[in-house]
């Protein structure tokens, strides 16, 4: 069955630290990876994602997540962390459904709190 | 673009009465939408697929007669929480797939609706 495990529950880093967030995926076919970021009581906005291609990809605020096939990982990093990224930050991967319809399947989320 | 409006942000209800959430996409259709419900601190358990014009999809262990789905046109699809109790209460999140994208693209999520129950 398909999953994702993000091994950090809660994190902290001080401002201007790097980052990186931990995702591992279990999936039989060539996966489909996605970051999402979500703030307090709000949806989830998308980070980036991961289809083929380059294992390095690009995302929104300076973010990035490199893909590993032999590690099932799929970890987030940004060089310098600013006071606006704290957030809950979830890692996904599509999973396919009957027909052509595919759903989303959500680790458990790493809370990220930035120390000024 | 590709946003989803979700209503209303937050509602509470009594113990007993019944409560629909809307989730509209603005700017494309939808022939796809996704109902999730997320636990405080919690991540995202998908609860139902919703087709427009056909039958939606639960997840295993929801109750379809408790959580009623309707997505009756592209931009549209409304959850009914029927006869809600307190351990109900929760914060849902719908998402939707434009008709014109990949199968695997990204989702569009609304902002959520927290629901307390009492």
């Known amino acids: 069955a398909q999953s994702v495990t993000q091994p950090d529950i809660h994190i902290t880093v001080s401002e201007g630290a790097s980052l990186e967030l931990r995702c591992n995926y279990s999936?039989?076919?060539?996966?489909?990876l996605f970051w999402y970021v979500q703030s307090p009581g709000q949806g989830l906005q998308l980070l980036l994602k991961y289809f083929s291609g380059d294992t390095l990809v690009q995302g929104i605020k300076g973010f990035e997540a490199e893909f590993k096939r032999s590690q099932s990982s799929f970890n987030l990093r940004k060089p310098s962390v600013h006071w606006s990224d704290a957030a809950e930050y979830f890692c996904a991967v599509g999973a396919r459904m009957g027909g052509a319809t595919n759903k989303l399947i959500f680790g458990t989320g790493t809370l990220l709190a930035v120390q000024p | 673009g590709a946003v989803v409006s979700q209503h209303p942000s937050w509602v509470i209800c009594k113990s007993g009465t019944s409560v629909k959430i809307e989730c509209r996409s603005l700017d494309f259709q939808a022939t796809t939408m996704f109902w999730y419900r997320q636990f405080p601190k919690q991540s995202l358990m998908l609860m139902a697929t919703s087709n427009e014009g056909s039958k939606a999809t639960y997840e295993q262990g929801v109750e379809k007669d408790k959580f009623l789905i309707n997505h009756a046109s592209l931009t549209l699809s409304t959850l009914t929480v029927t006869s809600a109790h307190p351990e109900d209460s929760s914060f849902y999140i719908c998402?939707?797939?434009?008709?014109?994208?990949?199968?695997?693209?990204?989702?569009?999520f609304g902002n959520g609706t927290r629901l307390t129950v009492t």
């Open positions: 999936y039989g076919a060539t996966p489909y």
């Open positions: 998402s939707a797939r434009s008709r014109d994208s990949h199968y695997n693209s990204p989702l569009h």
